[in-house]
């Protein structure tokens, strides 16, 4: 087993659960060499990928990629769910044991956790590219790159990012016009949205997003508090701090929330705290438990996520 790598917070230990917890076969070579995906790309505007490719990754990681990759191992949930929207499935050959979407993901050999991936399954599947998120441990980056492992970090920050990564993505595997594609969809249904949410009439609601009951927190810098001002809601923790802060007792009372989504708490728990009867979502029943994988990957169904929050928002 990889080495484990202790979170520098247990707000990043939270987040990363919910990105990471909560296919299939050899490629025949055919999808993306013929005629018509050039012609494809030449109508969008992408270049045909040429081979070898230098790569800097998320991290600032330079790479060659020597030919188009054909055995593709996914480290995480939402680079699994991004290769499947972008059409390659048929390469995707191995994924950690937290991916659960699409339904041939569950199809696909699994190569350990993200706190624990196992070396061995992995070499067994003779990848020839491996793709990691910015929670994936840098030792265990470390040591896969050291086994002569080419291995691609993505770490999306916001949802301009998300749509870059998936053109990046589909890039170094061959299929730029796959990219380009998948990323003009989710910009379409986020201005869709913009707009939808435009029509609504009266105040946004404040919003509170609990990761546990120790209030960890999404702030600023984070796709997600875009997302909660996007499906139409003001992040009353937006001003607190960037990146997973953590608030006390106190000033989530102070800070008086319309409405609290909530990640792992249960509702009904959140409800029956004795400590915040007071606090306005919580006197209305305005608390959620929603489908964290849409809301918490940065990847294709981010549009399903907005759809999730504006539902509680504006039920």
Do not use: H
Not at 90 to 102: K, M
């Amino acid at each position: 087993m990889l080495r484990k790598n202790k979170w520098l917070t247990l707000g990043v230990v939270l987040l990363v659960s919910l990105a990471l917890l909560v296919g299939c076969g050899d490629n025949n070579g055919d999808n993306n060499g013929n005629n018509n995906g050039e012609e494809e790309a030449a109508d969008n505007g992408t270049e045909e990928a040429t081979y070898p490719m230098t790569f800097v990754d998320d991290t600032g990681q330079e790479m060659e990629i020597a030919a188009e990759p054909q055995r593709i191992i996914s480290l995480t949930p939402n680079l699994t769910e991004t290769l499947f929207a972008l059409e390659l499935g048929d390469r995707v050959v191995g994924v950690s044991d937290e991916c659960n979407y699409p339904q041939e993901a569950l199809e696909v050999d699994q190569v350990g956790s993200a706190w624990g991936l196992n070396l061995e399954a992995i070499l067994a599947l003779e990848p020839d590219l491996l793709v990691a998120s910015g929670q994936t441990p840098q030792d265990a980056v470390d040591q896969l790159r050291e086994n002569n492992l080419t291995v691609v970090v993505f770490a999306p920050r916001t949802l301009d990012d998300i749509e870059e990564m998936f053109r990046q993505v589909a890039t170094v595997a061959g299929v730029p016009e796959n990219g380009v594609e998948l990323a003009n969809e989710m910009s379409d249904g986020r201005e869709a949205f913009n707009q939808k949410v435009a029509a609504e009439e009266g105040d946004r609601p404040t919003v509170f997003v609990m990761i546990d009951e120790n209030l960890y927190t999404v702030g600023s810098g984070e796709f997600m508090n875009e997302m909660i001002n996007n499906a139409g809601g003001i992040n009353v923790a937006e001003d607190i701090g960037a990146g997973w802060p953590q608030i006390s007792e106190e000033e989530f009372l102070q800070i008086d929330p319309e409405v609290i989504i909530s990640s792992f708490t249960p509702r009904d728990d959140i409800l029956a705290n004795s400590n915040w009867q007071g606090i306005n979502a919580v006197q209305n029943g305005r608390v959620y438990n929603i489908n964290d994988d849409v809301v918490t990957r940065p990847g294709p169904r981010i549009v399903e996520g907005l759809e999730e929050l504006y539902n509680a928002f504006y039920e």
